[in-house]
């Protein structure tokens, strides 16, 4: 799976990208995060407070229980502030 | 007939409202919102604005945002364009302008654009401090309800 970071997201993580393959655990973005926020401190700083993280699946907005599969592209981001 | 740009450089508002009623007689009114980088946030001098998107997602967004304005109102023409990279006080961020019979549909139209481009668009701003030091930008509840007067 390819796991895209944005703004703080990614100065936190320190990447703008990276692969990972999912443990069986991993079903929905809930998940997922419990599984991401466990790779690094950075990764745990970003993902302390959920409840200012988005997330899109294969670039539209999705939810905590949104399912994710091996082969989605899963980006996380704060809220966006454009315009 | 709608145009969707994300670029680096500045727009030209004069020559994208001619654009936009190129051809056209049939126009009744046009409404335009231009979004600028103001120079203050929260008492602090801010020096410049960084414009982040996520590429991809945020061309998906836009086309998304102005298809449901397309269904909504009658537009004759339409254009959302919004820049991304360091920006500093006084550029223009974004313009949304549409062309319509009507003046009610155009003025909609654009306030209905501006208000689901900042909450439904993936950007995000980082603002550096005259002072040294920089912040991203908090969304903001306004924007939000602003946003929610047009769910339907």
Redesign the interface.
Known sequence: MRVLYFAWLRQKIGLAEEEVVLPESVRDVASLIDFLAARSPGHAEAFANRAVVRCAVNQDFAGPDAPVRAGDEVAFFPPVTGG | MARVRVQEAPFDVAAELAALTAGRTDVGGIGLFV?TVRDSAGGRTVAAMT????P??TE?ALAAIVAEAQARWPLIGCTVI?RVGRLTPGEG??LVATASAHRQAALDATAFL?DW??????????EEFADGGGQ????RDE?DAAAARWVR
Do not use: Q
């Open positions: 979004g414009l982040e998107h996520y991809g997602m998906r919004h961020i974004v501006i481009l900042k909450t439904r668009a993936p950007f995000w701003k980082h991203w930008v908090a969304a924007d």
